[in-house]
T-cell receptor
Framework: DAGVTQSPTHLIKTRGQQVTLRCSPI?????VSWYQQVLGQGPQFIFQ???????GRGNFPDRFSARQFPNYSSELNVNALLLGDSALYLC??????????????FGEGSRLTVL | TQLLEQSPQFLSIQEGENLTVYCNSS?????LQWYRQEPGEGPVLLVT?????EVKKLKRLTFQFGDARKDSSLHITAAQPGDTGLYLC?????????????FGKGTKLSVKP
């Protein structure tokens, strides 16, 4: 069975541009979360979506937005890119979005470099 | 702001040695997880500890959750080169969703043959 898949794996953008990152959860998983991992740091929570609704939002500016589609895949959009947005963006899926639902499965991430 | 402090930040040891990694916070968590992340990959869950004072063993790895649910430790016995990686602890708040974890900065472990 396929795990969490993310695309693209690597991309380079310039300041001010916009980027869209995509994530397909494990089949049957209805919850998708996005994390940003800056080099040398642990992942930082950005968003969680469950059944197409936002269930949680981290401390990120409004330039960051996301959505979940009927097939439970998700997109993360970042507008007006800054150099500090350079990071590994991780997508994680779980069966349901409630409390203590067990294991969170991470994809390999999308490595974004902003020049 | 809730923080999870991990120590040490870096650890380089020889194969066969034992080591302990610590994860501390001033906040109480409903549960705490440990992940291992290898270069170019996403984190992979090793264990979840839920009860204060709980000890879980996974082969040569022993995980403990503090009595007050504010801290945790990971002990590796007879480390092997395959244990090399970034070890992350992550806390789940009371009332929080599983998708919303607070991660520490990680401990980068290198085990030399």
């Amino acid at each position: 069975d396929a795990g969490v898949t993310q695309s693209p794996t690597h991309l380079i953008k310039t300041r001010g541009q916009q980027v869209t990152l995509r994530c397909s959860p494990i089949s049957g998983h209805k919850s998708v979360s996005w994390y940003q991992q800056v080099l040398g740091q642990g992942p930082q929570f950005i968003f969680q979506y469950y059944e197409k609704e936002e269930r949680g939002r981290g401390n990120f500016p409004d330039r960051f937005s996301a959505r979940q589609f009927p097939n439970y895949s998700s997109e993360l959009n970042v507008n007006a890119l800054l150099l500090g947005d350079s990071a590994l963006y991780l997508c994680a899926s779980s069966l349901i979005g409630g409390l203590n639902t067990g294991e969170l499965f991470f994809g390999e991430g999308s490595r974004l470099t902003v020049l | 702001t809730q923080l999870l402090e991990q120590s040490p930040q870096f650890l380089s040891i020889q194969e066969g040695e034992n080591l302990t990694v610590y994860c501390n916070s001033s906040s109480v968590f409903s549960s705490l997880q440990w992940y291992r992340q290898e270069p170019g990959e996403g984190p992979v869950l090793l264990v979840t500890v839920v009860t204060g004072g709980e000890v879980k063993k996974l082969k040569r790895l022993t995980f403990q959750f503090g009595d007050a649910r504010k801290d945790s430790s990971l002990h590796i016995t007879a480390a092997q080169p395959g244990d090399t990686g970034l070890y992350l602890c992550a806390g789940l708040n009371y009332g929080g969703s599983q998708g919303n974890l607070i991660f520490g900065k990680g401990t980068k472990l290198s085990v030399k043959p």
